[in-house]
C-alpha cells in the first residue's frame, strides 16, 4: 500500500550518527526512502556510513556543522547534486542540551543555542523549500521539546530555542501548505541518548523516570516511529501539529 511507503522518496536528516536521529535515519530507509544525513564528527559518520551500508540501507551523508550558515548552504547544495534538485522530507533533528540558571546564562550562550538548535532548522526550511516545490509535494518535521509544554530546571534558553521551533512549524505550515508541503513537530520527554547520558545527571533521570506516566524514559525508536508517520502520505492530512511523543510526562508528574 503506496499510504504506507516511502519509496522513491528522499529525505535529508540532520543529526544522524546518534540518538534520536540515528533512529530516524535507519526508520526513514526502512520504509524505502533514500536519506542523507550529516554531523560534526567525520570519523562517526563514516562509521555509521558503513553500518548503514552493510545493512542496505540507501543512506548517504557529509560532514556539516548546522550552526554555521554557509556550511548550512554547502549541506543543501550537496543535496541538490546527488538527488538531481529532488527533495521530499527533511528531519531538522540536530540540536544541543543546555542546562544554566537563567540568572546566569551569558549572551554567548543565548546566540550558540538559538543558532545551533533554532535558527539551524529555520534556515535549513528555507533553503528546502524550492526543492521541495519542485518535488511539488513534501514533509518537514522539528524535533522540539516537551520543555516547551511543562518547565525543567534550568532549561530557559534550550526551551526557548525549542518553543521558536514550534511556532514557525504553525506559520510554515500555513504559509507552504498551497505547495503541499506539510510542517509538524515532534516534543519528546527525556529520551534514552548519548545528549542525555552524557549530562552525568543519573539521580534527576531517576525521578523523571518515576514521574512519566508510562513509568519509564523514552527509546530513540519510538520518537522515529513518529517522525516516519509524519512523512508517510497516510498522514497527508496532518500539518502544523506539535506532538509531544512523551510517555504523557505533559500531563503533569506522577
Ligand atoms: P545526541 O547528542 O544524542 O545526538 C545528536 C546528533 O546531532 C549527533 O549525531 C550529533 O553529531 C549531531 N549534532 C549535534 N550538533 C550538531 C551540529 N551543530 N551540526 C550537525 N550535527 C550536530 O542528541 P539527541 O538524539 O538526544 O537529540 C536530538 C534532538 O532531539 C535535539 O534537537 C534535541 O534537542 C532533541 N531532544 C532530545 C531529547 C532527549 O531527551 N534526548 C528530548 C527532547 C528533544 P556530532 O556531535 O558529531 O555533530
Not at 534520536?20 to 554531523?39: M, P, Q, R
Not at 556510513?49 to 550558515?69: E, H, P, Y
Not at 522515529?224 to 509524519?230: E, K, N, R
Request: net charge negative.
Amino acid at each position: 500500500d503506496g499510504r504506507w511507503s516511502l519509496n522513491g522518496t528522499i529525505a535529508l536528516v540532520t543529526g544522524g550518527t546518534k540518538g534520536i536521529g540515528h533512529a530516524i535515519v535507519e526508520e526513514l530507509a526502512k520504509f524505502g526512502a533514500s536519506v542523507y544525513t550529516c554531523s560534526r564528527n567525520e570519523a562517526e559518520l563514516n562509521e555509521c556510513l558503513k553500518q548503514w551500508a552493510d545493512k542496505k540501507f540507501n543512506v548517504t551523508g557529509s560532514v556539516c556543522d548546522v550552526s554555521s550558515r554557509i556550511e548550512r548552504q554547502k549541506l543543501m547544495e550537496n543535496v541538490s547534486t546527488v538527488f538531481g534538485g529532488k527533495l521530499d522530507i527533511l528531519i531538522n533533528n540536530a540540536g544541543i542540551g543546555f542546562g544554566k540558571p537563567a540568572a546566569e546564562c551569558t549572551a554567548e550562550d543565548y546566540s550558540h543555542i538559538m543558532t545551533t538548535n533554532f535558527e539551524s532548522a529555520l534556515h535549513l526550511s528555507q533553503l528546502a523549500y524550492p526543492l521541495m516545490k519542485a518535488s511539488s509535494s513534501g514533509s518537514i518535521v522539528f524535533i522540539s521539546s516537551i520543555g516547551t509544554v511543562i518547565v525543567y530546571e534550568g532549561a530557559s534558553i534550550y526551551s526557548a530555542s525549542k518553543g521558536a521551533m514550534n511556532q514557525i512549524t504553525k506559520n510554515l505550515a500555513c504559509e507552504w501548505a498551497r505547495d503541499n508541503i506539510r510542517v509538524n513537530c515532534i516534543a519528546p520527554s527525556v529520551i534514552k541518548t548519548p545528549l542525555v547520558a552524557n549530562l552525568g545527571l543519573d539521580e534527576f533521570l531517576m525521578k523523571e523516570a518515576s514521574s512519566v506516566p508510562l513509568g519509564r524514559l523514552g527509546e530513540p525508536e519510538e520518537v522515529a516511529s513518529v517522525a516516519a508517520f509524519l512523512c508517510l502520505p497516510a498522514a497527508s492530512y496532518v500539518t502544523g501539529q506539535i506532538i509531544c511523543v512523551d510517555g504523557g510526562r505533559a500531563q503533569g508528574s506522577f
